[in-house]
């Protein structure tokens, strides 16, 4: 048949060649659904991997942000922590100065305290036992009938000091020995010079003269009440006498007392 057949009143284009129908069934080809065009479906084969490299790319990029974001927090902090270091380092020192400072204030006021409870232990002994000058007017001996005379307080301690340019006799008597001087005065037995010193005396300084020629604490009045205290000169001479006395009252009698 041509090219073009008419069946049953339907033209086909290009018919397929006609089949007798006495030949009984035949088997036809498979039918096979057309391709589509291939335009329609081509994909460029390095799509898939042009876009992960894409996706990598930008995460790393968030990465290093992030990381140089890190760091610049990590330095900042650093740089915080420094400025703080510093500061403190700073205050510890001034802290460690004034520290040194106060010890030093704390070590003077320690040696005041120290000078002051001193002074006052040395107020609070004096308080106990006061020292009191008793005499230190210059007086004259006018020659070996003449004599000075001075009672030695009992309940203290008698400290003597006497000075003259030309010789002297001193002597601390009892009241006994005194009035047995006396008599040997009374008697013509011997001037006051001689008689005042050969009557009995606790002790006795004969012959001396100079600075502080007598310097001396006597303790037997502490505890009793009968002491003199006697001056005389072979010739006339001043006396410059420094004379005092401390409280310090014996629990017991003393001397000529006990």
Not at 24 to 33: C, F, I, M, N, R
Not at 125 to 142: D, E, F, M, R, Y
Not at 168 to 181: G, L
């Amino acid at each position: 048949m041509g090219r073009n057949a008419i069946i049953d009143g339907i033209v086909i284009d290009d018919p397929a060649e006609m089949v007798d129908p006495s030949a009984g069934l035949q088997d036809s080809p498979p039918v096979v659904a057309p391709a589509p065009p291939a335009e329609e479906f081509a994909r460029p084969l390095g799509a898939p991997n042009s876009n992960r490299r894409r996706w990598w790319t930008a995460l790393l990029a968030v990465a290093v942000v992030v990381t140089g974001s890190a760091f610049a927090l990590l330095y900042n902090d650093d740089l915080s922590f420094q400025r703080a270091d510093r500061a403190l380092t700073t205050q510890n020192e001034s802290l460690q100065g004034q520290i040194l400072g106060l010890q030093g204030q704390l070590s003077a006021l320690q040696a005041n305290l120290a000078k002051t409870q001193s002074d006052l232990a040395a107020a609070n002994a004096l308080a106990a036992h006061p020292l009191l000058g008793i005499w230190n007017v210059p007086q004259t001996v006018q020659g070996p009938s003449y004599y000075l005379a001075a009672g030695v307080p009992d309940t203290f301690t008698y400290h003597v000091i006497l000075s003259s340019k030309a010789p002297m006799n001193v002597s601390i008597v009892t009241f006994e020995q005194f009035s047995a001087a006396v008599r040997c005065i009374d008697n013509g037995a011997g001037s006051t010079d001689f008689c005042m010193h050969h009557s009995g005396a606790a002790i006795s300084w004969l012959g001396v003269k100079g600075d502080k020629a007598v310097d001396y604490n006597f303790h037997l009045a502490e505890g009793c009440a009968a002491y003199m205290l006697v001056i005389t000169a072979p010739s006339r001479v001043t006396v410059v006498p420094d004379v005092k006395v401390t409280y310090s009252p014996a629990p017991n009698a003393t001397g000529t007392c006990a």
